[in-house]
């Protein structure tokens, strides 16, 4: 009877093991799946676009039409110089008004702000962050847009409508700051109390503790937080075509208007689909964002990694 018993004990514990085994094995091949799936879709988007790029390819080389200036589609005159330096002058004046505010907001609401004030922030922050873009191109139209052309332009000699360069990076500022604090407080608050306690035991106020731990500690995470906001700004859409000025040169000053990549695709793309060539043009814009959105990530994964063996803690 107990052989009986400690036998069916036996079977039935055999058959709850292989029912989880069936699971794991199941979820494993699920999860293999949906990888090779998003690589699937990743390359199918490339060589999708690669080959509708192909016509101007065979017109024109890639050297040629990066180094022209003139864009004019009419006349068979692709040049993304303009757009190129445009998309550069916008990500950079963004990431410098932009990196120092949320690195400073970050270590506030992590080591200095508590209870209410700390909440009030946080919630601010996050409704700023799921405000739609089109919002603030709506506002910057109305307010930024006149300031900038009638007081801060003539304040540095430049005539200028107040749409441009500066204003575009000014308002995608505000757009990308919430998403580098948020991201940047994680990493602050991940840290384990230990790093703070032993910099403060022996002898550091809490500045140099911050200064000389905690940021060389959350390095990577912050690093990490301020690519993401880069890669916003790079392919930002809405708000530089609404803020921008749409005109096709290269800019002479941070006041004046320019194009950048993604609304050079944006203002041209529907009138201009009629013409194949034309349309190519606009497609290999696409590459192009591709490739160096790619080619940044790739770049910014290798300093990660170098940083986080460097910063370790």
């Known amino acids: 009877m107990a052989e009986s018993t400690e036998s069916a004990e036996s079977s039935q514990t055999g058959g709850r093991f292989s029912k989880r085994l069936r699971r794991e094995r199941l979820s494993s091949a699920w999860f293999t799946v949906a990888g090779y799936f998003a690589i699937g879709i990743f390359a199918v988007i490339v ?11 065979e017109e024109f080389s890639i050297a040629q039409m990066v180094s022209s200036s003139n864009w004019n589609p009419d006349q068979n005159e692709f040049g993304f110089l303009p757009a190129i330096v445009g998309t550069v002058y916008v990500s950079i004046l963004t990431m410098v008004m932009g990196t120092p505010i949320a690195i400073l907001t970050a270590i506030y609401l ?90 403060l035991g022996v002898g550091a106020t809490k500045w140099e503790t911050i200064r000389t731990v905690l940021l060389r500690a959350a390095g990577p995470g912050i690093f990490s937080a301020v690519l993401l906001g880069f890669g916003r700004v790079f392919g930002a859409t809405i708000v530089p075509a609404m803020l921008i000025g749409g005109q096709t040169h290269i800019p002479d000053s941070p006041f004046a208007t320019g194009q950048t990549l993604p609304t050079l695709i944006v203002n041209d793309f529907g009138e201009l689909m009629s013409l194949p060539l034309t349309q190519s043009a606009l497609i290999f814009v696409g590459v192009m964002l591709l490739v160096v959105v790619w080619l940044f990530n790739f770049s910014a994964m290798l300093i990660r990694r170098r940083l986080k063996r460097r910063w370790q803690y």
């Open 47 to 57: 060589v999708t676009m690669i080959y509708q790029s192909l016509p101007l390819l």
């Open 110 to 199: 992590a080591e200095y702000a508590e209870g209410r004030m700390k909440t009030l922030v946080g919630s601010f922050i996050d409704v700023l962050a799921a405000i739609p873009s089109v919002i603030f191109g709506l506002v910057a139209l109305f307010a930024v847009v006149p300031f900038v052309g009638n007081y801060l332009a003539p304040a540095f000699g430049s005539s200028a409508t107040g749409q441009g360069i500066f204003t575009v990076s000014l308002v995608m500022s505000i757009i990308v700051t919430p998403f580098m604090i948020s991201l940047s407080v994680e990493s602050l608050e991940a840290l384990p109390d230990e790093l703070r306690e032993t910099s």
